[in-house]
């Protein structure tokens, strides 16, 4: 199998290129930059011209992970995430098109998109947009399915947070670990965080890039999946389950300029979709997830004191 991954110089793109080259695939990542040990040709799907250049009729998928994904970001950014996020996708579609080109493609959306549902959210919970971020990725599969009318076999997979080693500063777990390696090269510090009364569904990046895999293979046209654990944990509980695998003395310091102006206050999810029509489920237990985060921050922080 052939597979081409756009936005793979970002977090999920890196692991998902290890992750189907482990399996057999023949893989080529677009990205805006080298991803690590798993390079990434430069395409920026903003253009069309950048996009038109490129052979697609080779792949038998494309999953396409490329966007802005900050939500907090959003709020200050609207016009530039949903005019951005939209023309990466049809810009993909329209070249595949004019180049006679249909692999299957999974389209990465988020749970995000169901805003401040209550209760167990499944694939038929009402969607509620609570950030530009939301709205451009509900645009996202919106136009998925428009081309799912013109011939496509398209997949949207709706990913909860997930969360892994390589992971960048401006997000929860990145956040906190990168602050608690940097007290530890000190020997104490603080750790800066917002309001973390909040519980999410945090997923690893390598079960998300199973996920995405077993999408790919077996997934349905036409569908949507809800990709998660089925578990919450507050923010409060993953800030003090970091800060046991510490010896260092660590202060947390409350900030409420880190407070979104929308947030739900408990995301929990279903994944049975998913697991009924592929045999998908998470494996990697939460404790190691972020034992292996902050190990991959303490090696980040300690070839930063060496150069």
């Not at 805006?32 to 011209?49: F, I, N, Q, T």
């Not at 451009?136 to 709706?158: D, H, N, P």
């Not at 509980?237 to 003395?249: A, D, G, M, P, Y």
């Not at 929308?262 to 404790?287: E, M, N």
Request: aromatic share 6%; with cysteine.
């Amino acid at each position: 199998m052939r597979v081409l991954i756009t936005g793979g110089s970002g977090f999920v793109g890196g692991h998902l290129a290890t992750a189907l080259r482990r399996e057999g695939a023949e893989v080529v990542s677009w990205g805006l930059a080298e991803a690590g040990s798993e390079p990434s040709v430069a395409v920026d799907l903003r253009d069309l011209r950048a996009v038109s250049a490129h052979d697609l009729t080779p792949f038998d998928a494309v999953i396409h992970l490329a966007g802005l994904a900050n939500v907090g970001r959003s709020f200050a950014e609207p016009a530039r995430y949903v005019s951005e996020n939209s023309a990466m996708e049809v810009n993909l579609f329209e070249t595949l098109l004019a180049q006679g080109a249909f692999p299957k493609v999974l389209v990465v959306s988020t749970g995000a998109v169901y805003g401040s549902a209550r209760g167990l959210i499944t694939e038929d919970t009402q969607v509620t947009v609570t950030s530009p971020y939301a709205v451009s990725k509900l645009t996202q599969e919106l136009l998925g399915a428009y081309y799912g009318e013109r011939g496509f076999e398209v997949v949207v997979a709706r990913p909860f947070n997930h969360i892994g080693p390589g992971q960048q500063p401006g997000y929860l777990v990145a956040d906190v670990a990168s602050q608690i390696a940097a007290a530890e090269r000190r020997g104490a510090g603080t750790v800066t965080v917002g309001d973390l009364s909040s519980a999410r569904d945090y997923t690893d990046v390598r079960d998300i890039c199973a996920a995405y895999i077993a999408l790919i293979r077996d997934g349905r046209a036409g569908e949507i999946y809800n990709v998660c654990t089925g578990d919450s944990h507050t923010g409060d509980e993953i800030v003090e389950r970091l800060l046991e695998l510490t010896n260092s003395r660590v202060e947390v310091v409350r900030s409420a300029a880190l407070t979104r102006p929308t947030d739900a206050s408990v995301v929990r999810a279903s994944s049975q979709k998913l697991s009924q029509h592929t045999g998908w489920a998470p494996s990697i237990a939460l404790s190691a997830t972020l034992a292996d985060t902050l190990e991959y921050w303490r090696s980040r922080v300690a070839a930063a004191a060496l150069s």
